[in-house]
């Protein structure tokens, strides 16, 4: 078996289908900021998001992933994260429906303080849309992915994700009470 090493930059040596744990520490040293942050955007907490990351590492830790090429750990964490984010909405819309009605998280005092109306605006409106519309939104916008980056991440195809983003902005601008173009 062969194993894989990460040079400076990013790119990897293959010696193997497995990935080495060393890879795993390299990438979430160098992308833990901002798949926490996409986390955040998706799930609505801190918290929560810093949870899922790290089970993404772990589990990969516990069975690292076999890929031909390692240009996709990147998108196989992000798909991962994605679907750890999903698996926690999932969880927390079945625990809502046997509670009594829960109010959506609140921003500590201190985020609230600092993040502007317009942006708080936003992050309503975004909560608002359906799930893949936001998922579109946040890994296009907030991740600057490509169509086909996206398409890997939630495993849909390129044109689903372009038609996704049109509907998803025009319901974005619904949402926030500005006129949508035709």
Not at 52 to 62: A, E, N, S, T
Request: proline share 4%; net charge positive.
């Amino acid at each position: 078996m062969r194993a894989r090493r990460f040079r400076p930059g990013g790119v990897a040596a293959v010696t193997s289908d497995v990935v080495a744990t060393s890879d795993l520490t390299s990438l979430y040293q160098e992308h833990q900021v901002g798949l926490i942050r996409m986390a955040v955007l998706l799930v609505g907490d801190e918290a929560t998001a810093e949870d899922v990351v790290q089970d993404v590492f772990l589990r990969m830790q516990d069975k690292p992933p076999r890929l031909d090429d390692e240009k996709k750990l990147l998108a196989y964490v992000r798909a991962a994260v994605l679907n750890g984010c999903r698996m926690t909405l999932r969880r927390r819309k079945r625990m809502w429906q046997r509670t009594e009605p829960h109010q959506p998280p609140v921003w500590s005092a201190e985020s609230a303080a600092i993040l502007s109306e317009d942006r708080r605006e936003v992050m309503r409106a975004l909560s608002r849309l359906p799930r893949r519309q936001r998922e579109a939104l946040v890994l296009r916008f907030y991740l600057e992915l490509s169509d086909d980056e996206v398409s890997q991440a939630m495993g849909i195809r390129p044109g689903t994700v372009r038609s996704t983003m049109t509907r998803a902005l025009a319901a974005l601008a619904r949402e926030m009470g500005e006129e949508v173009g035709t």
